[in-house]
Each structure stands twice: as structure tokens, then as C-alpha cells.
């Protein structure tokens, strides 16, 4: 099984700043990788797929990039919808789906 | 609009049994592979059980194997997960979620606690 490892565990951001955050796989999963944002009481929501690609709707500032091993979600200009935590899930080997342990990013 | 919107779950006693429903609107969920993952207190997301389009092919996560039975109904476009033999550890948010590789859609979350 492809183990997740996201770096920081938190992210403490002011509003208006550049996010960065990381995701490294156990194997190379391609371009094969995910990045969904969860905030309390809702559902997760799917932000990026195939690495890079956004969701249906999803603002432009959210980017993903990477391939292989390494991955990275950038957030260009964190908004107060966006204080939440973010997954990130491989799917080149699955089932299972395996995620990350998750990055909170919180009000500084 | 596509919803996920899921039933069932609640307050179950150790060794007991609940059904947990996820009903599909505004897509066929016949096209898709379907998913229930889980989310225990200050835990990460750990996908339980998958199933194919069809309800042919069928995963379990090594922790629930054998307790756990995912089915579907494609005609009601609806998607179950038959909680049996339940654990403390056991105790979390479920959701049902569409999507082979990656979750394109995800229901609300329905809560199961496993106490005595």
C-alpha cells in the first residue's frame, strides 16, 4: 500500500498569503494524485485530480503541480473560505485510495 | 445538481449492527464506481469499502473485512454499507463518495458512535 505523507501538519496564514503545501508518496504515483479540502461538518470537496487539473468550479487560485513522488497544492491568495484542512489521495495503485494524514491551515 | 445524500448511523452498542444508506440525485449512479469512507475523531480519511459500477467487484480495508458489507441497487440509485459486529474503534464519520481513482462527489456525512 502507497503510504501519504503531507507536510506541514499545520499551516498557521494570514489572509491574502500564498499557501504552500506538500504531499510526498511512498512510490511514484504518476500524475495519479488528488487534493480534496475539508472543513468541519461538511463533506470533503475535490479540489484537484490527475495532479494538476482543477475541479468543476474550483477558484483559480487553487494550483497543484508535481509528479512522481512529490506533489504540492498552492493556495495564490488565501481567502477566509479557505481556513480548512486539506488531503491529499493517490489513485495510480487502488483500491485502496490511500490519503494523507491532512494539513490544517489556520488563522495566524 | 448532483447530490450524495446519505441516512442512517447513530448511537449503536458494542457488537451491534446499523445500516447506513447513500441516495444519488441528478446523476446515475449506475455509471459509477462507488465508495464509503470514514473518518474517526482526530483521524485522517480511511476509504472501508468500494464497489464497482456493476456491484461485481468489491474492496474492504483490512480493518472491516468480514463485518462490513457494501452493496447497491442501481435501480433506486442508491448505495448501502451494512455496519455488523461493531467496535469502539469503529466510531466515526462516514461518508459515501463517487469515483474510481478520486472522489468526484461526496455525500454529508452520517455519524456512527459505538459505546455502551
Known amino acids: 500500500e502507497i503510504v501519504m505523507t503531507q507536510s506541514p501538519a499545520t499551516l498557521s496564514m494570514s489572509p491574502g498569503e500564498r499557501a504552500t503545501l506538500s504531499c510526498r508518496a511512498s512510490?511514484?504515483?504518476?500524475?495519479?494524485l488528488a487534493w480534496y479540502q475539508h472543513k468541519p461538518g461538511q463533506a470533503p470537496r475535490l479540489l484537484i485530480h490527475?495532479?494538476?487539473t482543477r475541479a468543476t468550479g474550483i477558484p483559480a487560485r487553487f494550483s497543484g503541480s508535481g509528479s512522481g513522488i512529490e506533489f504540492t497544492l498552492t493556495i495564490s491568495s488565501l481567502q477566509s473560505e479557505d481556513f480548512a484542512v486539506y488531503y491529499c489521495?493517490?489513485?495510480?495503485?487502488?483500491?485502496?485510495?490511500?490519503f494523507g494524514q491532512g494539513t490544517k491551515v489556520d488563522i495566524k | 445538481e448532483e447530490q450524495l445524500v446519505q441516512s442512517g448511523g447513530g448511537l449503536v452498542q458494542p457488537g451491534g449492527s446499523l445500516r447506513l444508506s447513500c441516495a444519488a440525485s441528478?446523476?446515475?449512479?449506475?455509471?459509477?464506481?462507488m465508495n464509503w469512507v470514514r473518518q474517526a475523531p482526530q483521524k485522517g480519511l480511511e476509504l472501508v469499502a468500494s464497489?464497482?459500477?456493476?456491484?461485481?467487484?468489491?474492496y474492504y480495508s483490512d480493518s472491516v473485512k468480514g463485518r462490513f458489507t457494501i452493496s447497491r441497487d442501481n435501480g433506486d440509485n442508491s448505495l448501502f454499507l451494512q455496519v455488523t459486529s461493531l467496535r469502539g474503534e469503529d466510531t466515526a464519520m462516514y461518508y459515501c463518495?463517487?469515483?474510481?481513482?478520486?472522489?468526484?462527489?461526496w455525500g454529508q456525512g452520517t455519524l456512527v458512535t459505538v459505546s455502551s
Open positions: 463518495a463517487r469515483g474510481g481513482g478520486y472522489g468526484s462527489a
Open positions: 464497489i464497482s459500477s456493476n456491484g461485481v467487484d468489491i
Open positions: 512510490q511514484s504515483v504518476g500524475s495519479n
Open positions: 441528478g446523476f446515475t449512479l449506475s455509471l459509477y464506481r
Open positions: 489521495q493517490q489513485y495510480n495503485n487502488w483500491p485502496p485510495w490511500t
Open positions: 490527475g495532479a494538476f
